[in-house]
């Protein structure tokens, strides 16, 4: 579609009003209508919408999608249950946030409940006031008390990612009427503004005052955002329904999205089946991201005569990371020898022309495809990071960046399997009558979970490898609710898993790797980091103030990571595998950071 250009930019002027008890503090900053991690706002505080949408979609029509397994919680925010597609404030449908995420842009955020933010250079706090227009869907408005009250929840009792970040605000106070101020412990993470703007759910105080938030619940929620939850089939299905009367239908960020009258997921048992019921009609659009399903699975009819279109959209975010996790809480995987033996024994080359169709590149870095990559040996600013490490992480970091194990792909990785069963060797586990035990004589167990159908004969391919160095190597398919236990108190040995990034990393590095969260049950720390220089290059990460620094640190981070190879780097799509019934469109305009759904229309609507 068409870009319209920004307007001239202006600023705020800001006023500090005194309301009795309420906390006030000098102005130490300008109010403005947007914060970005570095650098400044693309759009401008005129701006009409973002580039990558269209303005005059039409609204109306349905939008059916899919998910897979089954739900038994509208309430995302706790541990327990596994909450229903679409309701969490990430999905851009019901809860919302003081601030919204442009798309096209590495990290900036741009007013959404919040009319203004404001922080000091050091970002030692945050400040926002709130739209007076902004209401819940009950027509009851959005207060300080409701984000003081969001902060409190959440902190206390929500996921333990939540409670990390959230415990980082020391005090939270009500400012003027509709200001509210969140004072960090410190300002050595520039980041907490804008994760406290974009990616902290305001709750509705009142509703869930008369209701316990720490347990499931399938009664819907009070939220604010563009849709309500119309009908709700428990396992089974959920349906959203535009709100007529939302308030936010004229923001800038907001224009052209939200199209659907209504939007509907159904959930199927496994992804084969939801292949099926699409191919049939029964749902609209799916996101491909098996290449082998892609190149093998989509020469139906409805694709054949263009009443389906498939597309493969070129984006710019980097790989983030797709792996086989190591449980370091296990003995048998702390010993760098032991996790380096089992790199060697994935051939990834043979998988991917073997059982891929080549539909995959090999994942090298946790940025691959960004300037936050490393390349060659070290600069001078990542060696700043390095050297207060050098001795106590691997030497190989101060080299060339790490590159997975290759083979030829014919199949017979000989090279790589002897260089793997010297390194088992060396560990102290050794081949006795085939089987490869340690000193006691005990075998070398070890069991691949897996969630998706799609990844059991990837794991299979690999435990054959790992059986020829007399690994005793199991893979077993587990029911979706039993992985979510088994990962949440982190019962596995190896499993399956993805850590997504993006251009601006921060936070999120720390709810992946770092040693605060490598124990706390339902995390996101699948493989148990918790590692000194880890944490150092994370800090580092949070208090950069320039591109430089967060590239310096990023490429820090990466090279700690993967040659300490917590993980094992597997592979990634080259673009967004996109397909769709074609009364579905999208905007000509692709962001940076792909395609969503709040952006799309039907073309046959009126």
Not at 352 to 358: F, M, Q, S, Y
Not at 515 to 521: A, E, G, L
Not at 549 to 575: C, F, K
Request: hydrophobic share 40%.
């Amino acid at each position: 579609m068409r870009k319209y250009p920004s307007l001239l930019k202006h600023c705020y002027i800001a006023t500090t009003l005194l309301f009795g008890p309420v906390a006030v503090t000098p102005a130490l900053a300008t109010p403005e209508h947007a914060i970005a991690m570095l650098g400044s706002a693309k759009y401008s505080p005129d701006f009409s919408q973002f580039d990558y949408v269209n303005p005059t979609a039409p609204k109306g029509g349905v939008l059916r999608l899919h998910a897979l397994g089954s739900f038994d919680t509208l309430n995302p925010y706790i541990v327990r249950g596994k909450p229903a597609a679409g309701v969490h404030h990430g999905a851009g449908l019901f809860f919302e946030t003081l601030a919204k995420r442009s798309r096209d842009e590495p990290f900036t955020l741009y007013g959404l409940l919040a009319e203004s933010i404001e922080t000091p250079e050091d970002r030692a706090w945050v400040e926002f006031t709130l739209r007076p227009e902004a209401t819940f869907s009950d027509g009851s408005p959005v207060t300080v008390d409701d984000v003081i009250f969001s902060w409190e929840a959440l902190k206390t009792k929500g996921r333990p990612n939540a409670r990390a970040t959230w415990s980082r605000a020391k005090s939270v106070t009500r400012t003027g009427p509709r200001k509210v101020r969140f004072t960090f412990e410190n300002n050595e993470d520039r980041e907490l503004p804008l994760l406290v703007a974009g990616f902290m759910p305001i709750l509705s105080k009142s509703w869930w005052e008369t209701r316990e938030f720490n347990t499931t619940t399938l009664e819907p929620p009070l939220a604010s955002g563009p849709y309500v939850i119309e009908a709700v089939d428990p396992g089974r299905a959920i349906t959203y329904r535009r709100n007529p009367d939302y308030w936010g239908k004229d923001l800038a960020v907001n224009r052209g999205q939200h199209n659907f009258d209504q939007i509907r997921y159904d959930y199927f048992r496994d992804a084969s089946v939801a292949l099926q019921a699409f191919k049939a009609g029964n749902y609209d659009l799916r996101f491909e991201g098996n290449a082998s399903r892609w190149a093998t699975q989509y020469n139906f009819p409805a694709a054949q005569d263009g009443r389906v279109e498939k597309a493969v959209l070129q984006t710019g975010t980097p790989s983030g990371l797709s792996a086989l996790t190591f449980n370091l809480r296990k003995p048998v995987f702390q010993d760098l020898r032991v996790r380096e033996a089992l790199s060697h024994a994935f051939d990834f080359e043979w998988i991917n022309k073997a059982l891929l169709h080549n539909g995959y590149v090999r994942t090298t870095s946790m940025f691959t495809g960004s300037d936050m990559a490393p390349i060659g040996a070290p600069t001078a600013a990542e060696l700043a990071l390095l050297e207060p490490w050098r001795g106590k992480i691997p030497d190989a970091v101060f080299g060339e960046p790490y590159a997975p194990p290759a083979t030829d792909g014919s199949g017979r990785p000989r090279a790589n399997l002897k260089r793997a069963a010297a390194l088992l060797d060396a560990a102290g586990w050794t081949i006795r009558d085939g089987v490869r035990v340690d000193d006691a004589g005990n075998p070398f167990r070890l069991e691949i979970a897996i969630r998706r159908p799609s990844n059991e004969k990837i794991a299979l391919a690999y435990s054959r490898n790992l059986q020829r160095l007399g690994i005793k190597a199991a893979v077993g398919l587990v029911e979706s609710a039993q992985f979510q236990g088994m990962i949440d108190t982190y019962d596995f040995d190896m499993v399956f898993g993805f850590w997504g990034v993006t251009l601006s990393p921060g936070n999120e590095q720390q709810n992946y790797w770092g040693t605060q969260t490598s124990n706390q049950p339902g995390g996101r720390n699948w493989a148990g980091v918790a590692d000194p220089a880890v944490d150092a290059m994370i800090d580092a990460l949070g208090a950069a103030q320039n591109r430089d620094e967060l590239v310096a640190a990023a490429r820090a981070l990466d090279r700690i990571l993967m040659w300490n190879r917590y993980l094992m780097p597997l592979y990634h799509d080259p673009g967004q595998r996109l397909a769709s019934w074609s009364r579905i469109a999208w905007p000509e305009t692709v962001p940076v950071y792909g395609l969503r759904l709040e952006t799309l229309w039907d073309a046959t609507a009126n």
